[in-house]
DNA sequence: GTGAAAGCGCTAACAC
DNA sequence: GTGTTAGCGCTTTCAC
């Protein structure tokens, strides 16, 4: 390839390539889009043309034509969470296969960036959006009186939009029974919080299959071992196992609502010379890629992020071919996978007894 | 809010504002931009007028006009990775403080991808481009003619194009020669890759670094010590450490090139019984979150992720506004952060002896 | 299979 | 301060 060759001043357009080619606009467009036959010696002069002109065809312009940019929006709470760059990672290899672009919000850090989102989308160049949102209460669907494509990530519970979900409740109530099969019987919940601004429906419908467990086994949870966390991150998760220990509260077992909270569990429990799983058990939520790796080995609820992504996808692509269809909610499959982080049958474990 | 009001059908136009706030559509356009001045009657007319209409404006007309459309492309090997995660999250917060917004993509999985988006970026809708390449040898930038704005993210040496940087063979020299210092005598260098299609520029600086270190000290690293690894993730780095041990190489210390590899190392030296520190010294790069929270806590190599965000977008916005200028290769300060997983002063590792 | 004309919604350049 | 004109580059009719 030539080097320093000087740039074709101002852009090639179709006009100049159907110039070059000796043909109408329109051809070119053809040629572009494949959208009508165009003869083969015809073809062939448009694509020398556009080779010799180096066209690149001005999104912009066909945008501005026919309503649709290819680019979608995936909007998430934290996007440096593990969970998030796992997700970001399966959308955006996905999206690129359908040739779609993404692009890259977050909403936690900012209370209208959701709503404006929402009620905007077409300000933001996106044809549609996956939005995980922050909170039920507030989610922007619910008070939007006309919604662009959206696709709902989690169990946000409403039908006004499209949505794929994992089923929370049944997931927590699993890794709870088995952690309580593994003798735990203190257990915390953690980064559940059923009321005010950080009651996220995905934490409501986690603590309750974490009630759910208990009960089925005739135990019942504390209202001191059920822990808000916030944010749900790595420092999220140490600083709550830090006030639940200088809080005194007895416990032998951490059910953390996502991974990177178990991860930030871990480390405050080392630090307070607690062992996993011989005094705590701890399981986590969403198996990150960390999850396998971590020391012992984290149990957590896994799924399939890739599956996930593509089932997002697919419902963002049927919304914007038909805008009135009705709206669906695709579950995940979800399964415990057990790991050394919650020990092994018949060993309970010692637990924390404050001084 | 009302619910379910049917939504206004075709959408508002500035024509219609203008038509309702009985001015003129460059009038209206003047209010939404703020680009002149507009008596305050005057726009107050035609806010209400937008508000009425529920007008939103249609940024691929805006685009198409003015050449612009405030999308930025964040172009990654592996979105998945911590760094990543954390990088993209500094990104899109300071992008969007200065009302851009992010396309991210991913290079790693697509050779071509890198090309595709330096050699179209027009087509990808975007205005300029931060870009952390897989290679430096067959990197995009050294082989297009003209290159739509772009910064760099590493320590490509070339010239053609802005970048942002920190200094890697120093920052590896510092933090081999501390590990030296703690008494470790049989480094393994885990990332580097000195030929080959993985050889990155990045990679060879911190292998540059981990042998000045060595020379600095009187002593020399061994080849079989210093090992590629693909990806650069938790699972890369953990096969590398089980390929070194299945080697029957003799080690007592680590220098990962990042640290999700040094967190996979960690897992495969547990997995073989190693202790980090008392065995065998740890450290990695970046100082992402979880490095503070591994056990034990592990020394990095760290600098401000939000800083290295600022200066890249600092240098697109003035490559945006003239791409004439001259390029800029702005160095970002980092400082070795040292944790419990380089041991302690005196206490010099034990070390894996095959057997 | 190809072309001509019109227009998507906005803003630069200029008037007034 | 505000209006008029023109046109960004493409694609959608609708001819032929």
């Known amino acids: 390839m030539l080097a320093n060759m000087p740039p074709r001043s101002p852009r090639a357009t179709m006009k100049d390539v159907a110039a070059l080619a000796r043909v109408s606009p329109k051809t070119v467009s053809n040629v572009v889009t494949g959208s009508a036959q165009v003869s083969e ?8 043309a556009m080779r010799q002109l180096d066209f690149v ?40 296969r359908r040739g779609q672009a993404v692009q890259i919000e977050e909403t936690a850090a900012e209370p209208d960036r959701e709503h404006d989102l929402v009620s905007r989308a077409r300000a933001h160049l996106i044809d549609g959006l996956i939005l995980n949102p922050v909170r039920l209460e507030d989610s922007a669907v619910e008070h939007e009186e006309s919604l662009p494509p959206v696709v709902l990530i989690g169990e946000v519970e409403q039908t006004r939009t499209d949505r794929v979900f994992i089923d ?19 257990l915390v919940a953690l980064g559940g919080a059923e009321h005010g601004e950080r009651a996220t429906a995905t934490a409501r419908l986690r603590l309750q299959g974490f009630r759910d467990a208990h009960a089925a086994a005739g135990l019942s949870s504390a209202p001191e071992r059920e822990l808000g966390v916030w944010p749900w991150s790595i420092g ?11 809080a005194g509260v007895e416990f032998d077992g951490i059910v953390a609502f996502t991974d990177s909270i178990a991860m930030g569990a871990r480390h405050a429990l080392h630090r307070h010379g607690l062992s996993v799983p011989d005094d705590v058990l701890l399981s986590g939520f969403d198996d990150v890629e960390h999850a396998a790796y971590s020391i012992p080995p984290l149990t957590t609820v896994g799924f399939d992020h890739h599956d996930y992504a593509v089932a997002a996808l697919d419902l963002l692509a049927a919304r914007l071919d038909d805008r009135s269809r009705a709206t669906r909610a695709e579950p995940i499959a979800h399964r415990l996978i057990v790991r050394g982080s919650t020990g092994d049958p018949g060993a309970a474990p010692r637990g924390h007894r404050p001084a």
């Not at 010696?41 to 020398?48: L, S």
């Open 168 to 186: 929370s409740r049944r997931a927590a109530e699993e890794v709870t029974a088995h952690m309580l099969s593994r003798g735990a019987r203190r």
């Open 57 to 96: 065809p001005n999104l912009s312009a066909r945008t501005l034509r026919n309503g649709r940019t290819g680019i979608i929006g995936l909007a998430l709470p934290d996007l440096s969470t593990a969970f998030s760059a796992d997700l970001t990672h399966a959308v955006v290899q996905e999206a690129h």
């Open 41 to 48: 010696p015809t073809r062939q002069r448009v694509e020398d």
């Open 236 to 246: 999220g998760g140490a600083e709550a196992v830090e006030q639940l220990v200088s």
